[in-house]
């Protein structure tokens, strides 16, 4: 492995860096280590026993998935990624070369990958898990353009209506989307939200404010999708075909509903998913700074 304190000077005399543009070096750092759906789980080590393995850490695994798989066939599958006979892993070996090749392969091994991190169960919320990730990686959180993030609430846990926007998880979800809120570069956003139905105490107005308007808090989203169950479209006051909702004249939001419900797992909602996709053009933003990753 070189030394990642080379002079530029010698890393002129590199091919990679002496007689290839930027723009095709940028093509390389792809190939090996960009454009995938990229599994985030906090997690034990599934193998190892010591203190190390038993303590939980994050681990990411590439996922079988391809990103041009549509998220409502992803959310609606299980997933084998972190098998220890099928995990596969981004090759990011190159970034360790030298100090140039981690400063241009940063931003795309976080910018051209799309992250998924699924929330299943009642012992942490996906606020939780964003602020976990964030620590995890200070000077990067900045960086990702594209998450996918499947919530799904335990029904057999007792105190999972705490976890329920509609009940009293209201804090919980405010503080989700204030994360998402953080994360200046997010463009593309999808969110499977899939929870027991309970009795809504709340009028088909406060339930659209609830679910619908934290969205517009991230201001330079291009896409968003959210999965929601189908018995919710009653409690809304919409009917369950496809509807568009505006937003402000900043685009507007395409909502149809999945055809699973109750909390039981989302998995014939590949041909009729929810979703909620609003639309907009960003403006530009600049690249941010290395290091850091899970």
Not at 74 to 93: G, K, M, P
Not at 104 to 112: A, D, H, R
Not at 147 to 175: Q, T
């Amino acid at each position: 492995m070189a030394d990642q304190s080379s002079c530029p000077l010698d890393q002129l005399e590199s091919p990679l860096f002496g007689k290839l543009p930027a723009e095709l070096r940028a093509v390389i750092y792809t190939e090996i280590f960009g454009g995938q759906r990229i599994h985030l789980n906090f997690t034990t080590h599934p193998i190892r026993a010591d203190r190390v393995g038993l303590r939980k850490r994050w681990r990411h695994a590439i996922c079988e998935q391809p990103t041009t798989v549509p998220f409502r066939n992803v959310a609606s599958r299980q997933h084998h990624c972190f098998l220890a006979s099928r995990r596969r892993v981004l090759d990011i070996n190159l970034l360790f070369t030298c100090q140039r090749a981690l400063e241009e392969g940063i931003p795309i091994l976080y910018q051209s990958n799309t992250f998924h991190i699924v929330n299943v169960g009642t012992e942490r919320l996906p606020s939780d898990d964003l602020r976990s990730l964030q620590v995890k990686i200070p000077k990067n959180w900045g960086l990702i353009r594209s998450l996918e993030f499947k919530w799904e609430v335990n029904i057999f846990d007792r105190n999972h209506p705490r976890f329920i926007p509609h009940h009293w998880g209201r804090d919980g979800y405010e503080a989700f989307w204030d994360g998402l809120a953080d994360m200046p570069l997010l463009s593309q956003l999808r969110i499977s939200i899939i929870m027991p139905q309970f009795l809504m105490l709340a009028s088909p107005d406060e339930l659209r404010k609830l679910y619908f308007e934290p969205i517009q808090r991230l201001k330079h989203l291009r896409t968003c999708e959210v999965i929601l169950p189908r018995s919710y479209s009653s409690h809304f006051g919409m009917s369950t075909e496809d509807q568009t909702l505006p937003i402000d004249g900043d685009g507007d939001f395409r909502i149809s509903w999945a055809t699973v419900d109750d909390g039981r797992p989302l998995a014939a909602a590949v041909q009729t998913s929810a979703s909620i996709q609003l639309v907009r053009t960003p403006p530009s933003h600049p690249l941010s700074t290395p290091p850091g990753w899970p």
